[in-house]
C-alpha cells in the first residue's frame, strides 16, 4: 500500500467534493491508484456517482480512470462488517 491512497465514503459524502479528492490524488501525489471504501448501500451510491464524476474531469487530460470493484472485511466498533472497495487507477 505504499503508492496507495484510502478515501472512506459515507452516504452523506458530497460526490463532486470525493471526485475532487480522487483527481486531486493522483495530481499531486502522483498516486497510481485511488481506493475508495463504501459500508452500505447509500455509501456505494456515492462512491460510484464520484468515480463517474471523477472520469468526467479527467478526460479531458487523456487519462481514463478504471474501476476494480472488490469485497472487504473491515473493522468498525470492534465488529467485522463488509466494505465495497473501489480501486480506481488512471490509464493514458
Known amino acids: 500500500m505504499n503508492n496507495e491512497t484510502i478515501l472512506k465514503i459515507s452516504s452523506k459524502s ?3 467534493s470525493v471526485a475532487g479528492a480522487i483527481v486531486g490524488v493522483f495530481n499531486e501525489n502522483k498516486k497510481s491508484r485511488v481506493e475508495l ?3 452500505g448501500a447509500g455509501a456505494v451510491n456515492q462512491a460510484v456517482k464520484a468515480i463517474a464524476i471523477a472520469r ?14 472488490a469485497f472487504n472485511t473491515i ?18
Open 75 to 92: 473493522k468498525i466498533e470492534n465488529e467485522d462488517r463488509t466494505a465495497m472497495k473501489f480501486i480506481v487507477r488512471g490509464i493514458n
Open 56 to 69: 468526467g474531469f479527467v478526460a479531458s487530460t487523456g487519462v481514463d480512470l478504471v474501476c476494480i470493484p
Open 37 to 39: 471504501q463504501a459500508v
Open 14 to 16: 458530497n460526490p463532486s
